[in-house]
């Protein structure tokens, strides 16, 4: 059985653009990115550690309660992870 022809496709003109100056994108991660996560990260870790060694004995740790000093150092530990999700 003959096969059918084809049809030509229409060419369309697509003009030619400058070579002047052209927007690279920028892959992964910003640079501050993995610093700061680390030191959240670290930060609360010290700061429940501090909390719980020599917490009776620094005036300001002493004077929260102890539920708002481990939230403080959880709260630094939940921004490093958040910002974790950015990283790439």
């Known amino acids: 059985m003959p096969e059918s022809?084809?049809?030509k496709k229409e060419v369309r003109y697509t003009p030619e653009q400058p070579k002047g100056e052209?927007?690279?994108a920028r892959l992964g991660s910003p640079r501050w990115l993995a610093p700061v996560m680390s030191a959240c990260f670290i930060i609360g870790l010290l700061y429940i550690v501090v909390f719980y060694i020599?917490?009776?004995s620094?005036?300001?740790m002493r004077d929260l309660n102890s539920l708002i000093n481990?939230?403080?150092g959880f709260g630094f530990i939940c921004v490093g992870f958040i910002l974790s999700t950015r990283w790439q």
């Open 70 to 72: 481990v939230a403080i």
């Open 5 to 7: 022809k084809g049809r």
């Open 58 to 60: 620094i005036p300001i």
């Open 22 to 24: 052209r927007k690279v």
């Open 54 to 56: 020599a917490g009776s």
